[in-house]
Each structure stands twice: as structure tokens, then as C-alpha cells.
């Protein structure tokens, strides 16, 4: 006998919104890549000597876009399961105030590292996005994917020299 499989599908309006709001984001990232790109070049996304002031601002925006991705994740998949009944994957699920709580983790390392330009958040920022990265790349036995989470990585070591030159240069 054939097992009915008794799956819930994602209405067509979640699916057009979760699509809209992931293009969304990344008309954003492409907006922020080009103005960082006409600032500074290419230099500002490798590894910057952060001698002047227009040099440090782009940069610690770098450090914290790993961040805002899990800021964006984390809210849609809360407001997504608000409207809608379902997480991003489409699995049934009713409880969305931890993933909406959860954002308050990311709204502040964004604080402290883009606004109060902490050097100890940026610090943290860099030891937390690679336990991260780490876990989940062992998790799921996908080490083929690092180079694509090296990025973030080096942003944030950036980040963490950014903050300090911007403290010196006071």
C-alpha cells in the first residue's frame, strides 16, 4: 500500500512574499556592494589599510552584514509563521516568538559593533560567526561550502580593525 503523505503546502502568497523579500535583500546587498565598491574599491572588501576615515565606515558595514542576514532570517521566518501557519521551509509551525525574541541577539551586535563601534563586540562577532559556521558545516558534513562563509569571516576580522583605527583615529 502507498503511504498518503498528509504535507501541507506553502500557500501562494507566502511563497510570492518569502520570494519578494529574499529579492529584496538582495537588491539591498547588491545597493550596499556597489556603494561600498565606489568608495573605496575593491581593496575595502579584502583587506583595508584603514588609514582614513572613508576607509573604516564601509568596513565595519561589512562586518555587521553577517549579522543582518540573521536579522532578516530570523524575522521573516517569525513573521512568517505569524501570518502564515508555516516556517521558510514550509513545516508547520505555530510558535513565533522565539525566532521574533531571537532577533534582539543580531540587533545588538549591530549596535555595538556599527554604532558604539566596539572593538570587544567585533571580537565576539568573529569567535561567534566561526563556532557557527563551524557547527554547521560539521553538522551537515558540508565542508564543501567554507569558501563561501570565508567572506564573513574575513569581514569580521576587518571589522575588528576597523573598530580599533576608528577609536585611534578618534
Known sequence: MAKAEN??????????????????????????LIQILSE???????????????????VIRLAVAPWALLLFGLGANGLCILTFGHNLVGTPQQIYAPWLL??????????????????????????????????????????????????????GLNGIRATQADRAMG
Open 102 to 155: 531571537a532577533t534582539i541577539v543580531p540587533v545588538l551586535m549591530i549596535h555595538l559593533i556599527d554604532y558604539r563601534r566596539s572593538v570587544l563586540a567585533a571580537g565576539a562577532s568573529v569567535v561567534l560567526i566561526a563556532a557557527v559556521v563551524g557547527y554547521v558545516l560539521y553538522l551537515n558534513n558540508a565542508w564543501p561550502w567554507l569558501p563561501a562563509a570565508l567572506p564573513f569571516l574575513l569581514w
Open 7 to 32: 504535507k501541507e503546502r506553502m500557500s501562494f502568497a507566502a511563497v510570492l512574499l518569502i520570494s519578494l523579500g529574499g529579492l529584496a535583500l538582495l537588491l539591498i546587498f547588491l545597493f550596499e
Open 40 to 58: 573605496g574599491g575593491l581593496k575595502l572588501l579584502i583587506w583595508p589599510r584603514l588609514n582614513h576615515g572613508y576607509e573604516v565606515a564601509p
